[in-house]
C-alpha cells in the first residue's frame, strides 16, 4: 500500500526567502507525482505534475524535481511572497491505476 | 479549460437527514470521478471511485450503502449522505480526469451535520 508523508507539517520562513518541502514515498512504482496548493476552506490548485520518466518541472518560481528510486520529490520555492501562504499537498499515483494517494501537507505561512 | 464544479458549497443538515452533492465537469467530458473526503488538518482520503455508467468502486471502509455515488452522464456526478450524522461533517471534494490524465479538482463542499 502506497504510503506517502510530507515534511515538515508547518513552515514558517520571512518574505523573501527561499524553501523547499520534501515528499517522501514508499512505494517506487510511480506514473506520476502531483505538487498542489490548497488555501483554507478551498479546493486544490495542480501546481505542477512530473512524470515517472521525468527529473523535474518548473513553472515561474516553483521546481519540483523527483527522485524515483529514493521515494523523494521536493518543491522548491524560490523568493517567496505572503500570497504562497498554504498548504501544499503532494500526490503520487502508480501504474495501473488511476487513484491519486495523497501526503499529509505542509502549512506554509510567509511572514511579511 | 477543465473546470470542475461542486454545488453546494456549504450545507447544514439535521441527523438523519440525506444531502446530496454535485460535481460537474463544465467544460470537458470526465470519463472518470472521484470522490475525496478531508477532516479538519488532515489531508485528502479517497471515497470512490465513479466511471460513467457504471457502479462506483468504494475505498476500504468506505460504506457504500450510506455514500451513494451515481456518475449518470459524462459532465455530472452526485453522491448522497444518507442519514447524516454528526461525524460526516467533513469536507467533501470530488475530481473528474478524462482517461490516464491529470485529476481537476473541484472548490470542495463543506458539510455540517447538527
Known amino acids: 500500500k502506497q504510503e506517502v508523508t510530507q515534511i515538515p507539517a508547518a513552515l514558517s520562513v520571512p518574505e523573501g526567502e527561499n524553501l523547499v518541502l520534501n515528499c517522501s514515498f514508499t512505494d517506487s512504482a510511480i506514473y506520476n507525482l502531483q505538487w498542489f496548493r490548497q488555501d483554507p476552506g478551498k479546493g486544490l490548485t495542480s501546481l505542477l505534475l512530473i512524470q515517472s520518466s521525468q527529473r523535474e518541472q518548473t513553472s515561474g518560481r516553483l521546481n519540483a524535481s523527483l527522485d524515483k528510486s529514493s521515494g523523494r520529490s521536493t518543491l522548491y520555492i524560490a523568493a517567496s511572497q505572503p500570497g504562497d501562504s498554504a498548504t501544499y499537498l503532494c500526490?503520487?499515483?502508480?501504474?495501473?491505476?488511476?487513484?491519486?494517494?495523497f501526503g499529509t501537507g505542509t502549512r506554509l505561512t510567509i511572514i511579511p | 479549460g477543465a473546470v470542475v464544479s461542486q454545488h453546494p458549497s456549504w450545507v447544514i443538515c439535521k441527523s438523519g437527514t440525506s444531502v446530496k452533492i454535485e460535481c460537474r465537469s463544465l467544460d470537458f467530458q470526465a470519463t472518470t470521478m472521484f470522490w475525496y473526503r478531508q477532516f479538519p488538518k488532515q489531508s485528502l482520503m479517497l471515497m470512490a471511485t465513479?466511471?460513467?455508467?457504471?457502479?462506483?468502486?468504494?475505498e476500504q471502509g468506505v460504506e457504500k450503502d450510506k455514500f451513494l455515488i451515481n456518475h449518470a452522464s459524462l459532465t455530472l456526478s452526485t453522491l448522497t449522505v444518507t442519514s447524516a450524522h454528526p461525524e460526516d461533517s467533513s469536507f467533501y471534494i470530488c475530481?473528474?480526469?478524462?482517461?490516464?490524465?491529470?485529476?481537476?479538482f473541484g472548490p470542495g463542499t463543506r458539510l455540517t451535520v447538527l
Open positions: 465513479s466511471n460513467e455508467g457504471s457502479k462506483a468502486t468504494y
Open positions: 500526490a503520487v499515483s502508480n501504474f495501473g491505476n488511476e487513484k491519486l494517494t
Open positions: 475530481s473528474a480526469s478524462r482517461g490516464r490524465d491529470t485529476q481537476y
